[in-house]
């Protein structure tokens, strides 16, 4: 079966990262699906398995973020015995970025070019604001547009309040309140995910990302989970993420249900998921204000006038104590390395 690439955002500029790889064994495609060490690739000539070529090895033993991952663009190399490998990934445009482990401050690269990332949280039990709110920060720094998609819209009565109450923490990010349940609100969503475009889901396991998938793609191709609606806890069962074809559109990214996501570097995802304390900010009297104890501090003036929430203040302490921590870490690991070089040079 042949495929438009053009669906699915190849473009000009595209065409030109790949020029340098071109050759007659060599053709484009779309990482739908990343496994350990193999990929399912869509090219203009359908799908394909795909190995990992040296190259790409040798990158990601640097770095495990170069690591092919859902939405790459890739450069793929057809070998005389059949075997299909990825010589290249193409330079990513947009990607989510989530710290592996504590020990070792890499990060994995969850989704890559997409055009907006959905923030996904159910209405319903209540929506929890900080995890939206650290959420919204990931979304920034993957260089995609936020986008705030409210699930379950079914299962309250009041879900117009509920997004505008929310939208209060997530400043410049439209809200959408979705039922998959009732269809409601999905064809909104559609337009996130139309012809060249691609749209990444991401939020905690049983947010109902699967379900919203399907619903985009018009036929179950996510397992969804059972769950008792009662207390909306989900298992986990979303373990990989596939990027699915959107009919008549683009794509549509779903992320792993995820638990504890770090936060890698976000200085600047912060700052622009707390745009309100970032304007703020620039007002203090000092350019390093902590906004702690220091005086003409313009964010604990709006805490004492009632413009800004005691809680929002905290939120943002606290992811940005993370990321001091983390980068503090991340520098500890460089000092390492380095000083590793020079012990064995
Ligand atoms: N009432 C209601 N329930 C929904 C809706 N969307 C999803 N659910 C339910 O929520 C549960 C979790 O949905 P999933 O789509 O599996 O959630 P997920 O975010 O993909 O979870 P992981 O796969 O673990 O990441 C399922 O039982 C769905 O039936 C909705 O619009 N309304
Ligand atoms: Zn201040």
Redesign the pocket.
Known sequence: MSHDLSQLGWDESLVSAYRPYDRSDATAGRVLRADRGVCTVLGSDGVTRASLGGNVLLKAAKDPALLPCAGDWVVLRHWPDRRTTIEAVLPRRTCLLRRTSDKDSTGQVLAANMDTVAV?E?IHPEPDDARIERLLALAWESGARPLLVL?????SPTPEAISRQIAAIAPGVPVVA?????ALGVEQLRAYAGKGRTLALL??????????VNALAGTPV??????R?VDGK?????AYRNLVLVPGGGAVL?T??IRGVGLLDTADGLARAFADVTELAARCRFDDCRHETEPACAVALAVADGSLAPRRLASWRKLRHEIEVESARQSARLAGTAGHRRRRS
Do not use: C, E, F, Y
Request: overall charge positive; proline content about 8%.
């Open positions: 996904v159910p699930t379950k819209a079914d299962m979705v039922s998959a349940r009732l939020g905690r396991s049983g947010a109902g990302k699967s379900t919203l996510m397992p969804v989970q059972q769950i609606d989900g298992r986990h069962t979303t779903d792993p249900g």
